[in-house]
């Protein structure tokens, strides 16, 4: 029986929700049951073989929702493979270069022993919640930065790793 994935998220203003609906999207194609579930929404982990999380980048700082999440089911995190991405910079610096993870979801990666994790470009467009997302927009530094086939990319060696069973844990 193939293992079945958790696509879980932290968004504010709903790019995050579609980068985790697109990995989804390629795990299902490569033949793994995937769900894609908002982080306060996920009441038990246990049902599922692997997990993937996000969360939006604010301020330096992964999304609330992504950090308790992680904290409320690190220990049945622990034991499933895990893999991390993070959206955020509005410019094409995901796209051209590996951009580290920020300082709490490193610790989180150290933590739970997850597999890998990936930044990727954000999205923050007019309507944006937030007097900061506002801003951002109205100054005219706001866009869709996310590589939709980066993140496919991704989806899809997470897929060949579950298929291979992936490094060592």
Known sequence: MPARVLVVYGTTNGS??????????????KGRPTEV??????????????LVVGGALYG??????A????????RALAGRPLWLFSSGPL??????????????????????RAREHVTFGGCLELGAKGYAARH?????????????????????????????GGPAR
Request: glycine share 8%.
């Open 16 to 29: 995050t929700a579609r980068i985790a609906e697109t990995i989804a999207e390629v795990l299902r194609k």
């Open 37 to 50: 579930v908002p982080a306060p929404s996920v009441t038990n982990v246990e049902s599922y073989d692997a």
């Open 91 to 112: 410019d094409a610096s995901a796209t051209e270069r590996e951009i580290p993870p920020v300082y709490g979801v490193r610790r989180v990666m150290a933590r739970l």
């Open 60 to 65: 330096g700082r992964w999304h609330k929702d």
């Open 67 to 74: 950090r308790r999440f992680v904290r409320r089911h690190g």
């Open 136 to 164: 951002i927009v109205s100054s005219g530094k706001g866009g869709d930065f996310r590589d939709l086939d980066q993140i496919e990319a991704w989806a899809a060696h997470i897929g060949t790793e579950l298929t291979s």
